[in-house]
């Protein structure tokens, strides 16, 4: 597929930002990166991205900037902080893409500041699928903001995405990315329990996700992390404490709501447990040591 070339700020390049930024490059659009992180960006500069000092510089040479962030207080950093998005020449024209995992109250609040001294619009448009299939071009993104907005967003989601879907007003996708996460982190914690399950059956634990194709408990996630749990492969992908941090701010909504979500409550007292074990930088597969016992290495 061509794609007609944009000019693109990536701001935050971790495992979700470095592998955004490389597909964007592959799609051949113009690519500047920001992170304090220098190496990081080095990598990427190798790869053909434009190194910007400051997220405010990143932003200044482009027309879209997505940010790729891991809380709300940082992207509120990234965007007015000193030399943050926010003092990139005004330009109303500028669209910032969140692609972080960030509260729905939030976003809004961000939304709303960000028009209000700028005049940029504002799309909140986090992801499902993780660093490889964002190399592929097959995210899965729900986004919120204004229709206009979500639309302009198309130049870029379509280099990254393989379902874009228009949730609501802003907030609306990272209300969606909720429900996300909470499936997954279900879907995580029965498949590494099915895995073990096979294990202590003597049943190779790699084959589950062949025989049970097609079937009602097929899915993406016995898929990938079937095989990843089973060799106790922890390549990084995603992070546990990423993953504490969105099911906390389910479970803040359901507090909110007053909603009962008991299955919500056991997941996330797992991984603080994780967590607290130290395994909170490692890979979502790294939840297999709580049948192997904790000890990293």
Do not use: W
Not at 65 to 79: C, Y
Request: glycine share 10%; proline share 4%; aromatic share 4%.
């Amino acid at each position: 597929m061509t794609f007609h070339r944009q000019r693109i700020a990536v701001v935050g390049v971790g495992i979700m930002g470095s592998a955004i930024a490389r597909r964007l490059l592959e799609c051949g659009h113009a690519v500047s990166v920001f992170d304090p992180d220098k190496a990081k960006v080095q990598a990427l500069q190798a790869q053909g991205a434009h190194a910007a000092p400051t997220a405010a510089d990143a932003a200044a040479a482009s027309d879209f900037v997505i940010s790729s962030l891991n809380a709300a207080a940082v992207v509120e950093r990234a965007l007015f902080g000193e030399n943050g998005v926010a003092d990139a020449p005004a330009d109303a024209q500028r669209l910032v893409i969140d692609m972080s995992s960030i509260d729905p109250p939030s976003t809004r609040r961000l939304a709303q500041t960000l028009r209000e001294r700028t005049g940029m619009g504002f799309v909140d448009a986090p992801l499902s699928g993780g660093a490889p299939k964002a190399l592929l071009g097959q995210l899965t993104v729900m986004a919120g903001g204004s229709v206009e907005d979500v639309t302009r967003a198309r130049a870029v989601m379509d280099s990254l995405c393989a379902n874009y879907t228009h949730m609501g007003e802003s907030g609306a996708g990272q209300t969606t990315k909720l429900v996300n996460q909470l499936l997954c982190a279900i879907g995580f914690q029965a498949v590494a329990e099915a895995v073990r399950i096979a294990e202590a059956g003597g049943v190779d634990a790699s084959k589950l996700p062949a025989a049970l194709a097609g079937g009602r408990a097929d899915s993406q996630i016995l898929r990938e992390f079937g095989p990843k749990m089973a060799a106790r492969d922890y390549t990084p992908t995603g992070r546990i404490d990423n993953m504490l941090k969105d099911l906390e701010a389910v479970q803040g909504f359901a507090q909110g709501q007053r909603l009962p979500l008991p299955l919500a409550g056991i997941v996330s007292e797992l991984h603080r447990t994780f967590v607290a074990a130290g395994l909170g930088p490692e890979d979502t597969a790294a939840m297999m040591r709580q049948f192997d016992g904790y000890a990293r290495g």
